[in-house]
């Protein structure tokens, strides 16, 4: 083991000994240990992939921190939202029989289903971290913030592979990232990231964050947020990634839609922020990107309108048909469509490779149609417990403005998992991310009702403490006044 590597696995002791001790501060140090792991992992002669999985271990010690010390919430939650406690129940289910398929089908088929299972459940943890997290707005605020200054900080390495310079841990692990259009090929970037995909779905994550930020009514730092979404769109855009400029699309759109659907006031407000955003990053790229070699990247961006559909057919319905005919009606078991059957060295048949790209059919692939079926009926409960949760916010109060873009976040990583799974069943943290914010969305409401009551508290206190200090200024003038006769 060289010096590198023993100080990273010490630092991560050290962030899961943060996480026990204080897991909201734990989220923090998780976001910073999300960022280094790649990076650390390049500068390691062997690249071994134990680095970059390390970093999820804080993560499980944060969300399970946070269950254990929020308890009290968890009862809330399904309390409040009943449907969420059946949809779990439903996943629970259609794991089991996905479980013993691949533990019946394969020599050491019990790991790669135990590592398959882990990218399904450990998310779910991720909804009661983030309901508990959602004590005050300000909270999720925070963690919005460090996340988009870390990451923001990370995405240098970006134009600093583009333009080559001998920078170490830069550019992928063991590999060369490209892409081939017709007479052309587009180099992809990703910096210290360990993939552009990984780049990609951090930048986009930090467009959306920022424009959040941004849209605040009272944020001084609203330059800032709208030049850091600007300076990561250029970054998603050097990734060549496509579905990940799809993600802050899909976020705008359905931030617009449901708010002129929910009437929310002040709706329009990211409209504004994300066509001054674009005009900037527009003027930024005319200045800089003059040359032939720079508007490939935009040509290949611009081919999300003009192939996108084409693609995403291609890969979601000619995939699915294809997964049902080799894999059958009951599937081929769990993990077989992740990177755990690689982990565990599982021997799968040629049916069973897992070389489903997009979301859906890795779904058909590892649960079967029963399987599909039942998470289906889980991911609508969850639906409408979101729709609950955005019925119980008055549209004119600032909490409905986050809820609303942490939705359009969900939607557009729901879109990117669609296309592409590998980024989130390959990384529990992304995926954990994703429905942290789940948790925040159900969260926010009985966060805005505590608040008001708390300020109608503080506003009646305020009021009774006048009326008892009244007499006594009285008195004190009258015996004031009777000195001076």
């Known amino acids: 083991m060289s010096s590198i590597e023993a100080i990273w696995y010490c630092c991560v002791v050290l962030a899961c000994l943060i996480a026990l001790a204080d897991w909201r501060r734990g989220l923090y140090a998780g976001i910073l240990i999300d960022v280094l792991r790649d990076p650390i992992r390049k500068l390691i002669p062997e690249q071994p992939v134990v680095v970059t999985l390390s970093g999820s271990v804080v993560w499980l010690v944060i969300v399970a921190v946070a269950a254990f010390a929020r308890r009290n919430d968890l009862r809330t939650l399904f309390r409040n939202y009943p449907g969420v406690r059946t949809a779990v129940h439903l996943l629970i289910i259609a794991l089991l029989p996905a479980f013993g398929i691949s533990a019946i089908s394969y020599h050491r088929g019990w790991l790669m289903a135990t590592i398959g299972a882990a990218s399904y459940v450990i998310p779910m943890l991720g909804i009661v971290a983030g309901f508990a997290l959602c004590r005050t707005e300000e909270s999720i605020l925070g963690l919005l913030r ?20 001998e920078i170490p841990a830069l550019g992928g692990i063991d590999a060369v990232w490209i892409r081939y259009r017709p007479g052309v090929i587009v180099d992809l970037m990703c910096g210290w990231y360990r993939s552009p995909d990984s780049m990609g779905l951090h930048a986009a994550h930090v467009i959306m964050f920022s424009l959040l930020l941004a849209i605040r ?17 250029f970054c998603v855009l050097l990734s060549g990634r496509r579905k990940m400029i799809g993600i802050p699309l899909v976020f705008v759109a359905t931030f617009l839609l449901l708010g002129m659907m929910y009437r929310v006031a002040r709706v329009s407000r990211l409209a504004g922020v994300s066509l001054l955003a674009a005009a900037l990053g527009g003027a930024v790229t005319v200045y800089f990107w003059s040359t032939d070699e720079a508007s490939d990247y935009t040509d290949y961006a611009t081919s999300l309108f003009t192939e996108g559909g084409e693609r995403a057919n291609a890969l979601i319905v000619s995939g699915t048909i294809t997964t049902l005919k080799q894999s059958g009606i009951i599937g081929a078991g769990l993990g077989t469509a992740t990177q755990g059957r690689h982990y565990a060295n599982v021997q799968t048949s040629r049916s069973a490779r897992g070389w489903q790209e997009d979301g859906i059919s890795r779904l058909f692939l590892e649960f079967g149609v029963p399987g599909v079926l039942l998470l289906f009926c889980s991911l609508c ?62 969260g926010l409401p009985a966060s805005y009702y505590a608040e008001t009551r708390l300020r109608e508290v503080e506003k009646r206190d305020a009021g009774r403490m006048a009326v008892e200090q009244k007499p006594a200024a009285l008195l004190a003038g009258l015996s004031s006044g009777q000195e001076q006769r």
């Open 217 to 233: 009514k009272r944020s001084n730092a609203r330059p800032l947020w709208i030049v850091s979404a600007v300076w990561a769109a």
């Open 381 to 442: 409960l969850v639906i409408g417990a979101i729709a609950k949760s955005m019925r119980l916010l008055p549209p004119r109060s600032s909490q409905i403005l986050l809820q609303l873009g942490l939705i359009g976040i969900i939607c557009g990583d729901a879109a990117s998992y669609a296309i592409s799974h590998q980024q989130f069943s390959g990384d529990p943290v992304s995926a954990l991310l994703v429905t942290m914010m789940i948790g925040m969305v159900l």
């Open 146 to 165: 460090c996340y988009v200054i870390v990451n923001a900080i990370m995405l240098i390495s970006v134009p600093m592979e583009y333009l080559k310079m």
